[in-house]
DNA sequence: AGTATATTAGAACGGTCGTTCTAATGTCAA
DNA sequence: TTGACATTAGAACGACCGTTCTAATATACT
């Protein structure tokens, strides 16, 4: 049935390109190019691919994209507004430097002031000059912490966003890793 | 010079999928595929793209994706072990209905308390039946808010994460839109 | 049963694919 | 300037591309 969907997606997944209709052929139980594309004609009417025009699959739904709406108090748009909602791909919105990116894991409360919590998970990108009030991943002690970096004079302090704590005033050297660019918390 | 990179980049962008050398021939100033060909080969042990087993290109840095580290105590990994990093796709880990997943702008402070600010962006999830201590997007008397879905007994009721707003008991139908799934942060 | 209709197989079409070869041109250092 | 090397143009190759046609088969309904 439609687990001609599910193996386009495979293939897109692992290929990161769509098949030809040669290879459709074997992913599916069909045996001619003709009924794969008689079968894709169908798939394309159901909006879940498109032809380029040079006649090649490209794929619609299964780009990671999301449509993108206002605030919460205008909800949702009507079926007729739908198309102009604004789509887009949270990875091109949030990363900037593909390769300074990465997720690390939070743990402890020291940012939870800051409506930063264990579990949530942070995109941090390296070696970008921390401004101050940024929130940054730091070297203290040889341990890895999150705090804001504060700036008082021309002392660089790290303050954590929880009373609890103090401020950490670096003895020698303080090595900032990373700068905190998004919090993404999932329930 | 390099900008061919961004020419591909484009094109894969606008194309949602890698260009041929044929193609490529009308991007670049080369003027024929052979010489494509010998750009590509260089682009491709810069580790750039990679070649198909058929020979047609295939994205690699270009495709959204961040390499997932674990907890923040243990810090980043040494560039020998930078190979071992998961790299995974915010989109495909964050969105698991397509067609149903939309992203709102939060205003007002009546989620603080979950860590919910204004200004922060929540990842939502339409036609899902909501759990109980689930955040969901409703109607109430026309105006769309986020709160808290609470049960007592057998009563449903809306409640904020603020001690400011009251807890609302509907009058007689309560229209669930969404459910929160995600709650993103950008700095 | 019969009869429309939907779907598939098979073959053939022109076109484009990536690759490879040779020859021409550009680049750079001695 | 000369020579070694890197890069490009051009043409040709077989293989695969998506499309289209006809004929065969499956499906659904009366």
Redesign the pocket.
């Known amino acids: 049935m439609n687990s001609l969907r599910e193996k386009i997606m495979a293939f897109y997944k692992t290929h990161r390109r769509?098949?030809?209709?040669?290879?459709?052929?074997k992913l599916s139980?069909?045996?001619?190019?003709?009924?794969?594309?008689?079968?894709?004609s169908?798939l394309i009417d159901s909006g879940f691919v498109s032809?380029?025009k040079?006649?090649?699959?490209i794929p619609r739904n299964l780009t990671g994209s999301v449509r993108m709406l206002g605030l919460i108090e205008a909800g949702f748009p009507s079926p007729a507004e739908e198309e102009l909602a604004d789509t887009m791909s949270l990875d091109d919105y949030l990363i900037k430097n593909k390769e300074a990116t990465y997720i690390l894991r939070v743990k402890g409360d020291s940012m939870i002031d800051a409506g930063i919590y264990e579990g949530d998970m942070v995109l941090v990108e390296r070696g970008k000059n921390p401004k101050p009030g940024d929130i940054v991943i730091a070297q203290v002690d040889g341990e890895y912490t999150m705090k804001y970096y504060r700036q008082r004079g021309k002392t660089i302090y790290l303050e954590a966003a929880n009373a609890k704590y103090k401020p950490i005033f670096p003895t020698n050297e303080l090595k900032i890793d990373a700068v905190v660019k998004a919090v993404i918390r999932q329930y």
């Open positions: 769509m098949p030809s209709y040669g290879e459709l052929v139980a069909y045996k001619t190019k003709s009924a794969v594309h008689y079968a894709m169908k032809r380029d040079t006649g090649r699959l």
